[in-house]
């Protein structure tokens, strides 16, 4: 007897239609799994068995032989379960085959028949939403990222309930809200910064433009401080972006039933010692790294000269393209990677330098290598730049400053503009090519010849010009104007790399 | 006497000689050393060489207890450009931004009144005397502790090919002579010797800069040293060498006093109001944009729109995130 259940395989980002074939066949009990399944999958054997019995359903005491079909494609993970134990049932008729065929199924499967969720539900529900199913038979955690993708998800907590349900005996069951998804931990919130008043505003610049930001100055000054606090003052995630974010953080198997779905922009902030497969994604399944896991949010690279320069070099692609294509032995998957890039540097390797109450004790040596480490190329990718000095004792007692909300009121009213109004041209100022930056309504005469009489005096490269235009772009957005003015150009060129970044 | 002779001999056997050696290998190496063939040699690339005894060469150097046998020049600038009334800054490879401020600005200023920067091509305050001389159009010349051929250290090349263009490079080494560290002391004995004043601007205790103000002192020459902070290690050479009696600098006006030159008036350039209360502001106090912030209370954007204004004017410079008005 032949039965066939339908799931999909998640590859990259995207999910593969995989059937589930299981054929009875001889009386001499055995089971086998074909169809290159991986070592996770060939242990279903076990779970399998013992959910079947658990849910209180007969194994059958037949050669079963379980066939994952494509079989050229490496199937990987505990997922399969379920499929595989309800194409057993439907094979022996347990349950009605038809019922198994019109849905699609995932979920593992405990022991005792409790069905657990999966990584990357959210790809598999696109996948099954494209390959006409409309239902799926899930664990119940996974009904949030099922539901985002369009599809009915049918919850279940046992195997059991599966079954009951294709019999026919019980209605779908409820999607069992047990609690509020609870709001992720609020960030931490500007209010709690003192003094930097240009770090400050420099953030709120990054926030409205999406720019990448570099903080530089010496330790202790804050600059992470206040690289923590952008997620804070950005808008929340649209529609879009919710199902971009939440499939890439899905396929990684970062949500929890607590935050089923990502609807802030993530904060990602890998420790210096990450390799480049962390930061840009990798494995012999391809997976999502770092930089994809801050897109449409925030990549922090706390102490960036600590990095390994690979990790760094590779970094450039994504915050060109927006996307990632990382390519390996057994497949090749593209991540998107739109982030925005926030660093944090001392201006030596000792600390003293930019700080008045030390010495830098830095051989000149030591200097130029701890430089060298950036190329000029990454540097030159951070629209804004900004010295963070050290804060005087006064300031640390001054009254609390501007809270993050009133910030973000702000960024919003900017970005809207940045969209809709005049200062439109595209959705995110740092999507702009430089070709577009050349057309942007830079407006006044004024304008353009202060760009240009900077680009004469200060060293200004052409990715400098178009990266000064954009900041610009963002500041006259954010003072409410419609055209870009000389004082919106003058402010974005106090942000440019200082000469300190940079080898004499 | 045969000088130039006594230059590649010295170079040869990696001794540092300031006249004949009274050897016999010195006297076998003088019967076979071809002159004209060696100045040939030294065409081709693109070098002269100026002994002691040509009528052009440096009197203040001359006069000095003990002078090279010649110079060996690189660059467009004419022998007679070592005779100009000449400034030697000097100062820690290691510097502050503030020390590299200085050097800069202070070797502008002379640039700009028609003296001769002079300094030894090092990292750091050296480097930024020759840059300041170099961005007003100025002359500056660069005294090499090894061999003319050689740009050292690697990384101020580019510094070298500019200051070749515009001025001179001079070393006493022949083309081929490694640096080495007791070379040094020697080539600041040419700075010091060329220059009728020198200027301290920072150093350590025990560096380099200190033995080219104490040559400078022995030849009567004037030596100026930029203040700095008692606590700071990088100042302790001069503010020993104000205690010995050195001359102050307190702005390049001193120097050129010193040389009875008048400081070119700078043309006032027209601001508008915010930045000219921000300037008003650095004027008083070098500061950070977050205490200039507070002590101008202008918006964050308004303050950087005028500090850029200031910058693009030449009034105001920013290292480290300090700001400074020129």
């Known amino acids: ?504 | 006497m045969n000088e130039l002779a006594i230059a590649a001999f010295a170079a040869e056997t990696g001794s540092h000689l300031l006249s004949a050696p009274p050897t016999q290998r010195f006297a076998a190496f003088v019967r076979t050393f071809d002159q004209r063939a060696y100045a040939a040699r030294l065409e081709e690339r693109g070098l002269r060489w100026l002994p002691r005894s040509d009528a052009a060469f440096p009197p203040l150097l001359r006069s000095i207890h003990d002078p090279p046998p010649g110079l060996f020049l690189r660059g467009s600038g004419e022998p007679g450009t070592l005779a100009a009334p000449a400034v030697a800054i000097v100062g820690a490879r290691a510097c502050s931004a503030y020390g590299a401020h200085v050097a800069r600005v202070c070797a502008r200023e002379l640039a700009q009144a028609g003296l001769v920067v002079v300094s030894g091509l090092a990292r750091g305050v050296d480097g930024e005397a020759h840059r300041g001389a170099l961005d007003v159009g100025g002359t500056t010349v660069a005294v090499l502790g090894c061999g003319i051929d050689r740009d050292y250290p690697a990384s101020n090349r580019e510094l070298a090919r500019r200051i070749a263009e515009a001025g001179l490079i001079v070393s006493e080494y022949a083309p081929g002579v490694e640096p080495a560290p007791w070379r040094f002391p020697a080539r600041n004995r040419i700075v010091a010797g060329l220059a009728a004043a020198v200027v301290v601007v920072e150093a350590r205790e025990a560096s380099g800069a200190l033995i080219t103000a104490d040559l400078a002192l022995e030849e009567g020459r004037d030596v100026f040293a930029v203040p700095g902070e008692i606590t700071s290690a990088l100042s302790a050479g001069c503010n020993a060498l104000l205690r010995l009696g050195a001359i102050p600098l307190t702005s390049p006006a001193d120097v050129l006093e010193h040389f009875g030159l008048a400081a070119t008036a700078r043309p006032d350039v027209p601001v508008t109001p915010y930045a000219a209360s921000v300037l008003a502001a650095l004027r008083e106090a070098a500061a950070t944009g977050d205490e200039l912030a507070r002590r101008t209370e202008l918006e964050a954007a308004t303050l950087a729109a005028a500090l850029t204004e200031l910058e693009l004017a030449g009034l105001v410079i920013e290292a480290e995130g300090v700001y400074r008005a020129q």
């Open chain 1, 1 to 504: 007897m032949l039965a066939r259940a339908v799931t999909h395989a998640v590859v990259g980002l995207d999910a593969c239609r995989v059937e589930v074939e299981a054929h009875l066949q001889g009386q001499v009990p055995a089971f086998a799994i074909v169809g290159l399944a991986d070592r996770a999958c060939q242990e279903a054997k076990e779970r399998v068995k013992s959910g079947i019995k658990s849910a209180e359903c007969e194994w059958p005491q037949r050669r079963i032989i379980v066939n994952l079909a494509p079989a050229g494609l490496r199937k990987e993970g505990s997922g399969f379960d379920l499929p595989i134990a309800l194409a057993i049932l439907s094979a022996s008729r347990q349950v009605p085959p038809d019922q198994v065929r019109a849905h699609a199924a995932l979920g593992e499967l405990a022991l005792d028949g409790r069905v657990r969720p999966v990584r990357g539900a959210l790809a598999v529900a696109e996948g099954a939403r494209r390959s006409g199913l409309d239902r799926i038979v899930c664990a119940a955690e996974s009904a949030a990222e099922v539901e985002l993708a369009g599809v009915v998800p049918v919850p279940v907590r046992h195997l059991a309930e599966a079954v009951a349900y294709l019999r026919g005996e019980i209605a779908a069951p409820e999607r069992h809200e047990e609690r509020e998804p609870e709001r992720p931990a609020a960030a931490p919130d500007l209010s709690d910064v003192r003094g930097q008043e240009r770090g400050r505003r420099a953030l709120e610049i990054a926030a409205a433009g999406g720019h990448n930001l570099l903080l530089a100055g010496p330790p202790g000054t804050g600059k992470t401080m206040l690289a923590r606090r952008l997620p804070g003052i950005l808008p929340p995630l649209m529609r879009d972006e919710i199902v971009e974010v939440t499939r890439i953080h899905s396929v990684a198997g970062l949500l929890s039933a607590r935050c089923p779905l990502v609807t802030t922009p993530p904060f990602r902030a890998p420790h210096h010692s990450a390799s480049m497969a962390a930061i840009v994604g990798g494995g012999p399944g391809p997976r999502p790294g770092e930089a994809s896991l801050a897109h449409r949010g925030v990549l922090l690279l706390d102490e960036l000269p600590e990095f390994q320069r690979p990790a760094l070099e590779a970094l450039r692609q994504p915050i060109e393209d927006g996307a990632i294509s990382v390519a390996r032995a057994a497949g090749h998957a593209i991540f998107p990677a739109r982030f925005q890039l926030v660093g944090t540097m001392n201006l030596c390797p000792c600390g003293g330098r930019g700080d008045a109450g030390a010495e830098c004790s830095c051989s000149p040596q030591r200097l130029a290598a701890f430089r060298d480490k950036l190329s000029r190329a990454l540097i030159d990718r951070f629209d804004l730049v900004v010295t963070v000095p050290r804060a005087r004792a006064h300031e640390l007692a001054a009254p609390a400053a501007e809270a993050s909300e009133a910030v973000r009121e702000r960024v919003i009213a900017a970005r809207e503009r940045l969209r809709e109004g005049s200062l439109a041209r595209t959705t995110e100022a740092s999507e702009l090519l430089d070709r577009a930056v050349e057309r942007l309504p830079l407006s006044t005469t004024e304008a353009s010849e202060l760009l240009d009489r900077a680009v004469e005096r200060l060293p200004l490269s052409g990715r400098g010009r178009a990266r000064v235009a954009r900041v610009a772009r963002t500041a006259a957005a954010l003072a409410g104007a419609d055209r870009v003015l000389p004082e919106h150009v003058a402010e974005a060129l106090s942000y440019r790399s200082p000469s300190e970044l940079r080898a004499p």
